[in-house]
């Protein structure tokens, strides 16, 4: 759809990334969780755009309606992070969680990414079912790759083999 744009996170765009992840963990999921216990959204440039990594917004109408941030943990494997869409703008029609997905895979094929390893609460049912349909496969915690960054909320994770 053309009413929503995907493009790369620049500095400008920092208050309202904060602002609508914050919205969605704290209200929709009732998760309690603070801006200081997610320190890596106060410096997106320096730990999601560095080696392969990157970090995207979905925009409609000028405001973020979406994110997803790749991070670069070497031996080119990465930690899909922060994947949220706004309730109004989620769904098929929409599409914009599949179209940040699809942004995230081209990325990562073509900065020669391998795998890329998420983790999520038991509580993202849609999620759940959201990556399985996308290529990605459940996998014990034993299997992450010792650079993965663990998220305390973190119990299930999954793992999408490039190529």
Partial sequence: MADVEIRTFTADDADAVLSVILSIQREEFGIDITVDAQPDLRVIPDFYQSGK???????????????????????????????FVSAEVRGHEHRVAARLLDR??????????????????????AAHRFYEKNGFTEIAKSALPRAFPLMAVDSKFYRYKIG
């Fill in 104 to 125: 995230l895979f081209a990325h990562a094929r073509d900065a020669g990414l391998t795998d890329i390893f998420l983790g999520t609460t038991d509580k993202f049912v």
């Fill in 53 to 83: 990594g990157q970090f995207w917004v979905a925009v409609k109408d000028d405001a973020i309606v979406g994110t997803v941030g790749l991070k670069d943990i070497g031996n080119n494997q990465a930690a899909l992070r922060k994947m």
